[in-house]
């Protein structure tokens, strides 16, 4: 099925651990995002793409980092975990025109 | 900073009735999105109403669009417990810019 794919769906990161979130899309679509949803804070634009090879900072980059050698996937750095990192990650494929986002399913982190 | 802002920001209802959100946004728009997200999902697109646009409707959905009071309701009619999430609204910032900007959403639950 056509879509954003999220892994994993569960993580338990240390203080000061780094790790990856992966997203992949399968929609050739040129723009994607990464936000973070927290209570009470909807969500908040990390980082995104409007292609290949080209990323910019959103509102709450500061911590994470993102590349995008590919259309299909538009990794999530953590480079060094702190608990205020604990939330709710999505990723989103922008459709042609800004018509509307497919979201993945969300990447529970708590970092301890 | 958020750009949209949604009221109320909780809301409970019997089913059959009906349902009203309105948000609010700070700049001017291309377009504006409503979107949907059941507990502990990915946000779900539902319907897009363009800036030239008052008024579009979907199904049970109706949403309207002020762009003089930078504004936008959405309607559930005669609604049903399934419709039970978090409705969140979400604009670009104009121009070129297509990447959507999300409010803090308002919590509906619809009880049988």
């Known amino acids: 099925n056509a879509g954003v794919t999220q892994t994993p769906k569960f993580q338990v990161l240390k203080t000061g651990q780094s790790m990856t979130l992966q997203c992949a899309q399968d929609m050739n679509h040129e723009y994607m995002s990464w936000y973070r949803q927290d209570p009470g804070m909807g969500l908040r634009l990390i980082h995104y793409?409007?292609?290949?090879?080209?990323?910019d900072q959103g509102e709450v980059p500061n911590g994470y980092n993102v590349s995008r050698s590919t259309t299909e996937d538009f990794p999530l750095r953590l480079l060094s975990a702190a608990p205020s990192q604990t939330s709710v990650y999505f990723c989103?494929?922008?459709?042609?025109?800004?018509?509307?986002?497919?979201f993945g399913s969300g990447t529970r982190l708590t970092v301890v | 900073s958020q750009q949209g802002e949604e009221d109320p920001q909780a809301l409970s209802i019997q089913e059959g009735e009906n349902a009203t959100m309105n948000c609010s946004y700070k700049?001017?728009?291309?377009?504006l999105q409503w979107y949907r997200q059941n507990s502990g999902r990915g946000l779900v697109h539902l319907i897009l109403i363009r800036s030239n646009e008052r008024e579009k409707h979907s199904g049970r959905l109706r949403v309207t669009l002020d762009t003089s009071k930078k504004s936008s309701s959405l309607l559930i009619t005669a609604s049903r417990a399934a419709d039970t999430a978090s409705y969140f609204c979400a604009t670009d910032g104009g121009g070129g810019s297509y990447i959507p900007t999300f409010g803090r959403g308002t919590s509906l639950i619809v009880h049988p």
């Open positions: 793409s409007v292609g290949a090879g080209i990323t």
């Open positions: 700049t001017s728009i291309n377009n």
């Open positions: 989103a494929s922008l459709w042609p025109g800004g018509y509307g986002y497919t």
